[in-house]
DNA sequence: ACTGGCACTTAGCAACAAAGGG
DNA sequence: CCCTTTGTTGCTAAGTGCCAGT
């Protein structure tokens, strides 16, 4: 590093050493990575040789989620396997569209088999009341949530819920105070319950805000569920369906069958054709098989799947093909789990769970380009699963015959359910949904979903869980709006420091906001995906241009980020920060990490310290938000109509996701549906022209006749005119959306990185129905936002 | 300081369900 | 009403960031 330091400073110089190290170390772990590396390259560069100019053009290799470099033309020392590769690649890229869906259908989508868990009876067990010694501790609510009023219904009441409803009436309902007393908690007497259950309802989701509420990292009090739902046991393959090894049929056992049938699922899917699947795949299948299976079947090539998969296609038609009643029976079957298994207890409210199912076994498939891909990811049994519930609640029992791993009760923690996966050595856990709220009752009278509550007053007491925490997000990228300024004029000070390591800081950080880029944490090499953020691009990520294209010091992007979805841009950026990045670069290999003496940890402590709260992340947060607002703001025309308003909105929203590259692979019937609109637009024009004429002629009538009936003829022909006049504009917005939105997805943004009371504003002030920007899901996720914004909102 | 483990958020795509057109 | 098209939900991988232990 001490070449490429500025001259003269000595803190450079001490810090080299230390570098060197790092330097050095993660230059050695990267040595094979890269010659992967470059295989990759190569085989993109073939691949995107015919177009090899800029994003527009080459999106659509974008979205196969293979590495497509651009530079580096020299290796070309590889050979056939990557040819093959490269035709795969290609491939799959169409592949992708077509094979799909019918393969995935067929992997058994859970239930066809009854869970192995054993249920309890009662429903009414469900609600333990919560011990006397177990206390709620509320976090003062600074508001009235009076208001809110749940409708669900269910259980028995307790007496604390009573009786803090009671409190609340006296109160007044505002009480903040973390806890007002426990003891006053026991006073009240219970009335009857059964009959009202709407009041009760109310009370507990009253109570259920309150207690949600809690200090210092405790997430409940009371958390009691069913356990998780296993995927359903594997069935043997009718007799009738061979298996061949080598033109000779063959009988498998349960277990090496079991895994062939995975990889038979798969048969039509480009990735079977990858080396890297196959290998992980058959190397994973043979820890299945028997001896004598080890012994004859050394090679994949050989094995033929063919008539599994055939049986698997058509049990799919079949599927398919079965009469209402049998789906409709499905469906029922589903509900029924879902009622039991999909909800649990959590300090007196009923919650949905997110994913109560155990994930089923099956290959694992990476997203890109996956070391792992195509290996076994393991059947998960009880005895891998830890129970977390509360101590008073009535803990799951597992299948008969089986038992927990563990069952523990940590409140320090949201989840319910956990296990280890055996691709990566992950956790996996069963949480809440985020957007669930109150859901219909098991007693089946509750009303469906949460009832915009009344707009009145309740202000931030809505959030629940999940939703607090996301209102707690948005505050915190709003106050990173007051010091954002600040802080930016702090790295560009920074710019010019002595010190390498704070420039590389600065630099990052300007990244980070400027590009909305992740933070970039570090990933464990060969593990997964080569991927990068921020903080762990690396010198072979850019390129510089002192003047590109008419403008100067433009820095090109040019790396795969996140689900290995490619960030591609050519950004002009200040000359200061140009220069940078030349030094950064200096005397460094392509594989070298950009920002050598920086981590995440490193940023995000000093980001730490400039604020409260904040980390990379707020970033993205924040100029999303900030975003929306602006453009908001710009395209808004007040006097269109709510379509053309809504292509505003959808718009803006458009300009976030494309700041935050959240791509999508363009549907695969993209081209098509293109067409069909455009024939109704065709059709809709020629509509109108005829309504016109029609209206025309009617209008001469009336000119000469003049009489009432004439009259009301061109009323009505003015009438049907500019209703299809309507119609073939909201046709045309709806194309133009359409057509924009080919390759951006906006649901992320929306769920994720945008302040949704920015568009609970926008809705109320231009008079668009929250409906037609958020679904059903949304709307409840987003309720504490519907409640509180008013139009005046500023984020 | 560094590392790995853990908890929780963010992500895109496929399956499924509902809506719309003939 | 059937079939296609579009919107919604489910699934689970892949990130972020904090924390404890060394």
Not at 214 to 228: A, T, V
Not at 403 to 432: A, C, F, P
Not at 545 to 570: A, C, M, T
């Amino acid at each position: 590093m001490g070449t490429r330091e500025t001259s003269g400073d000595d803190g450079i110089v001490l810090n080299f050493d230390c570098d060197s190290h790092k330097h050095k170390d993660k230059h050695k772990d990267r040595e094979h990575r890269h010659k992967e590396h470059k295989k990759d390259k190569e085989k993109d560069r073939e691949k995107s040789k015919h177009s090899n100019s800029e994003h527009k053009d080459s999106e659509k290799k974008h979205k196969e989620k293979e590495k497509t470099k651009h530079k580096d033309g020299s290796s070309e020392k590889h050979k056939d396997k990557h040819k093959d590769r490269d035709k795969e690649k290609r491939k799959e890229e169409k592949i992708r569209a077509s094979g799909d869906a019918k393969i995935k259908k067929e992997k058994e989508n859970g239930f066809s088999s009854p869970p192995l868990i054993k249920d309890e009876p009662e429903d009414d067990g469900y609600f333990a009341p919560p011990r006397e010694d177990i206390k709620p501790l509320k976090r003062p609510r600074d508001e009235d949530d009076a208001d809110y009023k749940p409708k669900k219904i269910k259980t028995e009441d307790t007496k604390k819920e009573k009786k803090r409803k009671l409190e609340e009436e006296e109160d007044g309902k505002l009480k903040k105070p973390k806890n007002k007393d426990k003891d006053k908690d026991k006073k009240v007497p219970e009335p009857d319950n059964k009959k009202k259950k709407l009041k009760k309802e109310e009370e507990q989701k009253w109570k259920w805000w309150e207690e949600e509420r809690y200090p210092e990292g405790i997430k409940w009090k009371f958390l009691e569920h069913k356990g998780p739902v296993f995927a359903p046991p594997y069935e043997p393959l009718p007799e009738n369906v061979k298996f061949y090894y080598d033109g000779k049929v063959m009988k498998l056992s349960p277990k090496a069958e079991e895994v062939a049938t995975f990889f038979a699922k798969m048969l039509d899917h480009e990735y079977t054709t990858k080396e890297i699947f196959r290998k992980n795949f058959f190397k994973d299948w043979r820890k299945e098989m028997i001896n004598e299976e080890k012994n004859i079947i050394t090679n994949l090539s050989k094995c033929d799947f063919t008539q599994m998969s055939q049986y698997f296609k058509a049990q799919t038609e079949a599927r398919k093909q079965m009469s209402k009643e049998e789906k409709l029976k499905i469906k029922e079957e589903n509900e029924k789990l879902l009622k039991e298994y999909g909800f649990c207890i959590m300090d007196n409210h009923r919650e949905r769970i997110a994913n109560f199912k155990i994930e089923p076994p099956g290959l694992f498939r990476g997203r890109g380009n996956h070391p792992k891909m195509g290996m076994l990811k393991r059947r998960i049994m009880p005895e891998d699963i830890i129970i977390n519930c509360s101590k008073d609640a009535k803990v799951p029992s597992p299948p008969p015959g089986h038992k927990w791993k563990e069952v523990r009760h940590d409140n320090k923690v949201t989840w319910l359910v956990s296990w280890t996966e055996n691709i990566q050595g992950s956790i996996k856990y069963i949480m809440l949904n985020p957007s669930s709220r109150i859901k219909s009752s098991e007693l089946g009278y509750s009303v469906s979903v949460f009832t915009p509550p009344s707009l009145s007053n309740p202000p931030l007491a809505l959030g629940l869980l999940q939703g607090e925490k996301d209102w707690q997000k948005y505050e915190t990228a709003r106050r990173l709006k007051k010091c954002v300024d600040k802080i930016r004029n702090q790295y560009r000070e920074d710019w010019k420091s002595k010190e390498m390591k704070v420039r590389q800081r600065a630099v990052a950080l300007y990244f980070i906001d400027k590009l909305a880029l992740r933070a970039g944490n570090e990933k464990e090499e060969g593990e997964t995906a080569d991927t990068v953020g921020c903080c762990s691009l690396r010198v072979e990520h850019i390129n510089l241009h002192p003047e590109l294209d008419g403008q100067e010091y433009v820095v090109e992007f040019d790396f795969l980020g996140k689900d290995s979805i490619r960030y591609y841009n050519k950004v002009p950026v200040e000359k200061r920060v140009f220069k940078n990045l030349q030094l950064f670069m200096e005397n460094k290999q392509p594989e070298d990490d950009l920002f050598d003496r920086l981590n995440t940890g490193i940023l995000n402590k000093h980001l730490q310290d400039l604020m409260e709260g904040l980390t990379a992340k707020v970033f993205r947060t924040y100029n999303a938000s900030i975003t929306l607002q602006q453009q908001l703001k710009e395209l808004t025309a007040p006097d269109e109509n709510i379509p053309a308003k809504i292509l505003s909105y959808n718009r803006a929203n458009r300009a976030v996701a494309i700041l935050c590259n959240h791509q999508r692979a363009p549907p695969k019937t993209f081209e098509k549906s293109m067409m069909n609109l455009q024939s109704k637009i065709d059709a809709k024009k020629e509509q109108l022209a005829d309504a016109r004429r029609d209206l025309k002629s009617a209008k001469a009538d009336a000119k000469v006749l003049k009489d009432a009936k004439t009259k009301k003829v061109v009323e009505s022909k003015k009438k049907a005119v500019q209703r299809l006049e309507e119609q073939l504009m909201k046709l045309e917005v709806q194309a133009t959306d359409r057509e924009e939105n080919k390759q951006i997805a906006l649901g992320t943004s929306k769920l994720n990185y945008l302040d949704p009371r920015i568009t609970v504003a926008w809705c109320k002030k231009w008079g668009v129905p929250i409906e037609k920007i958020y679904n059903k899901t949304q709307r409840e996720k987003f309720a504490w936002a519907i409640d509180m914004a008013d139009e005046d909102y500023e984020f």
